[in-house]
DNA sequence: TTCCATGTTCCGCA
DNA sequence: TTGCGGAACATGGA
């Protein structure tokens, strides 16, 4: 699931395994993941050089290479995952990206439906504004009022406001599901029929609820009892007031909330 | 067989 | 002109 809790965790584990090794090769299957990448450059940029340090930014993982200038830089999609392996049997089946190190270990990028993306850039920052990517979810800089005055601009429905990425980095469907959930917020609200009380829920929710699922590892079965996303299915019940889940499409994303639990404005 | 899935981008329409 | 929602993208499981 990688939303920004995923993407975390996945920089931790990339952080864990891979950093301070010398990159001895790699391969690159399907060139599809590439963007505004060649294979040549990619592995002129990471063969004999090291990663050093790690960066998230939304949905977006950074590891720094030792040469100080670039970042490689990886997005999952919809499926995709890291793992550092050694032993053949271990190797994922849709590997997009196999980084090969001269300790006999493997750091590969999979990702089966080649939604996601493996691209290289000298400024992170700068990626970051071209993409035009909204502050990050978790950012202690992000204030309140800020929130505010973004969400409020917006039209549509609370759930799509908070799924986009230029106002808030890092939230995507299944955890809007769940910060909407805790705030008591049906999700096909719209932004400018919630009160200022309703938006600090909002805003605090936020917060809590990614905080509380990167340090569960982004892994449901660890979540509280009292989340919404283990839930997630049809004739899935509310784990506050045991009745039915609703299912809906909201702004093109199937959406479960508790139409007892959660209220408009 | 058809529908659906955690992602982003692009297009048509208000 | 702007911004919203739906379609497209790619793959495979139910």
Redesign the pocket.
Known sequence: ???LP?VEVFRQYLEGTSLHQEIESIEVP?L?ILENVSLERLRRALVGRSFTSTHRH??FLFAGLDNGIFWLLL?F???GFLRYFKNPEERPP?GRLFVQFTNGYQLVYDC????GLVSLTEDVNEFISE?DLGPDALDPELRYSAFKEAISR????IK?AL?D?RLVAGI???YSDEILFQAGIRPDTGPVDLKDDRLKELFRAMKEVLQTTVARRADPDRFPQSYIIPHRRRDGKCPRCGGNIERK?I????SYFCPSCQQRG
Do not use: A, I
């Open positions: 699931m990688p939303e995923d399907d599809r939304g949905k997005h999609g919809m499926s849709h089966q439906r080649l939604l993409h917006k039209r549509g429905t799509s799924m990425q995507g469907n299944v499409k702004s093109g994303r199937t």
